[in-house]
Each structure stands twice: as structure tokens, then as C-alpha cells.
């Protein structure tokens, strides 16, 4: 097992410095000046060479690459042309609001998930698992940012339960508290969480039938063990491996796929942090959002990997 993290760690540091690579050369490398893309076409000669300056681009990209990099390493970032902060504390206090939002839509991903799944694959051909079927396939049809809109017409327009938008804080000095937050969490996550709901259950519902044909089902069922017992003890733990993979994946697009949702709902989080930066060109703030997110996405399927070769051994030795 410590051989199996070992080599997932060196693929996800190898990983990363590709898309820093990445990252970097897509924004400051490529054809274009980001200091004439962030000032604009009526900018002086004077007010670029400072703003270049400023941004280090009258050094080598190599030098300047460096640099970025050898500042994340350390927690240093630059500060932000429009906001004028360090990018790390914008970060930091956008967070505070997009993780806890993945991670509720990720919790109702998994249960509605695991209960509509399994109930599909228990009444496989019947009533149950062709409702589940159909509510799942127009789930994955419904657009999530048209779905918000839905829920905020009924849940704040016409029954007037909750705010339409906007985010209290979690802090009780700030005027807000832990269940206004989480209240004001509670739409936005449902939004996100129908469309990953619905693929999960597919997956889980497959992973389950695939899984109660083996023989040691079948054995486990002719011990005298009922289809409920043999399903909870014995089918879900060795249907989990594809369950986990794609969760993992879903909780990474998750966190990189508010963007759309935290503008419906007026949220300040990561995904409005990046649409405000490239609305103002701050190029500064897109680069280390970007790279945050990769870094995210990177990290969740590290795990994913590892939570797979506790669960089923054959991954690690495969």
C-alpha cells in the first residue's frame, strides 16, 4: 500500500507541474501582452512599462515561471491587479464559501445517488427501476443553472423560505452564523447536486447488477441470506471501485463547475472570484485560480485512487 501512495504522489507532482506549465504558458508565454490586455488599447506607453514592470514580464519567462512557482511553494503569491491583495487571502475567503458548498452538493450527490441506485438495481426490469431510470435521465437533461432558477422562483419567490441569493457569512459578527449559512448554501447545492445525483445513480445502478451476477452472490444467497442482506453486505462494497472513481470526479467538477452558480446566487465565491477577474483582466488573480482548481482536481483523484486500493486490494496490486 505504501508503494501504491508513493507512486500516486509522484504522478500528481508530476501531474501539477505540467499544468503550471501549462497555466503559465497560456497566459503570459503565448502571443499577446497581458499588460495591454489588462489595461487596454488606450493605455500609455509609461502606464505599461510600470505595469509590466510591476508583473515581471520584462524578465525571462523562465525566470519569471520560476518565480511564480517558487512563490506557491512557499504560500506567496502576487497581489492582485484589481483588488489590490494578495491573491492567497482572496482565495482563502472565497473558499470559505465554495467548499463547503461542494461538499454539501457532493453529500446529497451520494445519498440520493446510493438510495436511487440501489433501489433500481433491486427491482431491476420493474416499476421502481424504470421511474428511477427516467428521473435519471432528465436530470442529466436539465441544465443546473436553469434548475437554480427554478428553485429560486419557488423556494424564494412564491413560498419565501429562503433569500434569493447572496451569503450571510459564517461568522455571527458579521451578521451571519453557521445555519444562515448553511442555509444560504442549501439551493445552490441542491442545483449542482440533481445533475451528479443523476449520473451516479446510472453508475451505481450498473456497478450493483454487474456486481450481484458474480457467483459469490449467488452462494451468499443460496446460504440462506435474504436479497437485502446479500446487497448491503456483500454487493456494495465490491460495486464501490466505479462509484468512488466517478464521485471522485464529480466532487472536483464540483468545485471547479460554480462558476455558473455562484453568479445565479450571487455567491463570493471561488467561481464569482474568477468571472470578477476576467471581467476586470486581472490576469494576476485567472492564473492562480486556474491553478487552484487544477491543483483540486489533481488532489481528489489522488484520492479517489487511494480510497479505490483500500476498498478492492486488486487495484494496488494490478
Known amino acids: 500500500m505504501l508503494l501504491f501512495i508513493l507512486k500516486r504522489l509522484a504522478t500528481l507532482a508530476l501531474t501539477l507541474a505540467a499544468a503550471s506549465v501549462l497555466v503559465f504558458a497560456v497566459l503570459e508565454v503565448l502571443p499577446g501582452n497581458a499588460a495591454e490586455i489588462i489595461l487596454g488599447d ?94 435519471s435521465q432528465l436530470g442529466i437533461a436539465i441544465p443546473n443553472f436553469w434548475f437554480a432558477i427554478l428553485l429560486i422562483l419557488l423556494f424564494a419567490v412564491q413560498l419565501q423560505w429562503v433569500s434569493a441569493g447572496g451569503f450571510p457569512g459564517w461568522r455571527q459578527d458579521d451578521g451571519g452564523g453557521f445555519w444562515p449559512g448553511l442555509k444560504a448554501l442549501l439551493l445552490p447545492a441542491v442545483a449542482l447536486a440533481v445533475v451528479q445525483a443523476a449520473i451516479l445513480a446510472r453508475v451505481t445502478r450498473s456497478a450493483v447488477l454487474d456486481v450481484m451476477r458474480e457467483d459469490f452472490v449467488r452462494t451468499a444467497r443460496a446460504k440462506g441470506l435474504s436479497r437485502r442482506q446479500a446487497l448491503l453486505r456483500h454487493v456494495l462494497r465490491n460495486a464501490m471501485i466505479p462509484v468512488l472513481t466517478v464521485a471522485g470526479l464529480q466532487f472536483a467538477n464540483l468545485v471547479t463547475g460554480t462558476i455558473v452558480i455562484e453568479n445565479v446566487f450571487v455567491l463570493p465565491g471561488v467561481g464569482r472570484l474568477v468571472f470578477q477577474a476576467i471581467g476586470n483582466r486581472d490576469l494576476v488573480v485567472v492564473r492562480d485560480v486556474v491553478m487552484l482548481l487544477a491543483a483540486i482536481v489533481v488532489a481528489v483523484n489522488f484520492l479517489v485512487d487511494v480510497a479505490a486500493a483500500w476498498v478492492d486490494p486488486r487495484v494496488r496490486l494490478a
Open 42 to 135: 488606450s493605455a500609455t506607453p509609461e502606464s505599461l512599462a510600470a505595469l509590466e514592470a510591476r508583473l515581471g514580464l520584462d524578465r525571462p519567462p523562465l525566470q519569471r515561471y520560476l518565480t511564480w512557482t517558487g512563490g506557491l511553494l512557499r504560500g506567496e503569491t502576487a497581489r492582485s491587479i484589481s483588488y489590490d491583495t494578495p491573491t492567497a487571502e482572496l482565495l482563502a475567503e472565497r473558499l470559505e464559501v465554495t467548499l463547503p458548498l461542494a461538499a454539501m452538493a457532493m453529500a446529497l450527490t451520494v445519498v440520493l445517488a446510493l438510495v436511487l441506485g440501489l433501489y433500481a438495481a433491486s427491482r431491476h426490469r420493474k416499476l421502481g427501476d424504470v421511474g428511477v431510470m427516467a428521473l
